[in-house]
């Protein structure tokens, strides 16, 4: 892989769809996920194993992974029963979120962060095959505890370590961090991790691409993103959406780094989210006027 290569994790289908309230057709679904995967992406959340009475849009994930078989898919589980039934359905690699802040975990899983590091145990007895990633909300801060200390989020990066994890990614699950905290985190952190890390971003107080660029000065090659900049923490007051993949790209395209996306192809996925799902995008590169760009890269 070269040097100024960056992998962008789509999250849109799960982090995204989680947080539209009306009912998206299975089939709709399939057909945005399908179009990111022509779009480039290999890296891809597509669903949740959740409970429905929680997150009831995420309730055909079992479908949703079937029907992608034949794709590198990746899904979030809360608990060692979402890891059960995502297993049984096909799923090859999870998304396992632990809240570094207690007060988040209880909100999110009603359990102590300590006893959802606990369950991942279990799941990595039960499913050793599969591909792991620790996701761990609120690492730049929470919303009812506020600041969130480094020593803590070191704390369960050496917890995942030592339970032999695929892969961490570090969340800002309310977009409250800022270049500065996350250079400062990643400084602290990093030395530590021998393993692949992300940052999964939102874009709550418009330093969504800022800390993203930050972490990329840091060393970090992985980042997460959702087309449009849908999503936003059901369990997180104040969690705007994600910072959006195509203004993710255009960034990063017009820096002179590379990724597997054909941006074109990734703003024709966002006019179908606006036309199927949302009609209402926060993302900079959706609602930029064609003309805008002629004449110019625009991170093409």
């Not at 597509?46 to 029907?67: H, L, N, W, Y």
């Not at 499913?127 to 919303?143: E, I």
């Not at 930050?214 to 104040?238: D, H, L, R």
Request: glycine share 8%; hydrophobic share 45%; proline share 5%.
């Amino acid at each position: 892989m070269e040097d100024n290569f960056i992998t962008i994790v789509e999250v849109g289908p799960r982090d995204g769809f989680q947080s539209i309230k009306e009912w998206i057709p299975t089939k709709t679904k399939l057909m945005i996920i399908k179009a990111l995967y022509e779009a480039g992406f290999t890296n891809m959340e597509v669903g949740a194993f959740v409970s429905p009475k929680a997150i009831a849009q995420m309730r055909d994930a079992s479908t949703i992974v079937q029907e992608l078989k034949e794709y590198p898919t990746t899904v979030l589980v809360p608990n060692l029963y979402g890891a059960k039934a995502a297993f049984e359905a096909g799923a090859k690699a999870i998304t396992y979120v632990v809240s570094v802040s207690k007060s988040h975990n209880m909100a999110n899983v009603r359990r102590t962060p300590q006893e959802s590091l606990e369950a991942l145990k279990e799941i990595k007895q039960a499913y050793p095959s599969l591909h792991v990633k620790l996701a761990l909300a609120t690492s730049f801060g929470c919303p009812f505890e506020g600041e969130i200390p480094i020593k803590a989020v070191a704390n369960m990066v050496r917890f995942g370590q030592e339970l032999n994890v695929d892969e961490i990614c570090l969340a800002d699950t309310i977009g409250i961090a800022n270049p500065i905290q996350v250079q400062k985190t990643l400084k602290a952190l990093m030395p530590q991790i021998d393993r692949p890390l992300g940052l999964h971003l939102h874009d709550t107080r418009g330093m969504g691409l800022a800390n993203a660029f930050a972490a990329i000065n840091e060393g970090v090659s992985m980042i997460e993103s959702a087309v449009g900049g849908i999503g936003g923490c059901p369990f997180a007051p104040g969690a705007a959406g994600n910072i959006a993949s195509e203004d993710l790209v255009n960034m990063l395209h017009s820096m002179g780094f590379k990724t597997s996306i054909d941006l074109d192809k990734l703003l024709k996925v966002s006019e179908l989210i606006k036309k199927h799902v949302s009609p209402t995008l926060f993302s900079r590169m959706a609602n930029l006027p064609n003309s805008t760009c002629k004449g110019v890269s625009c991170g093409k």
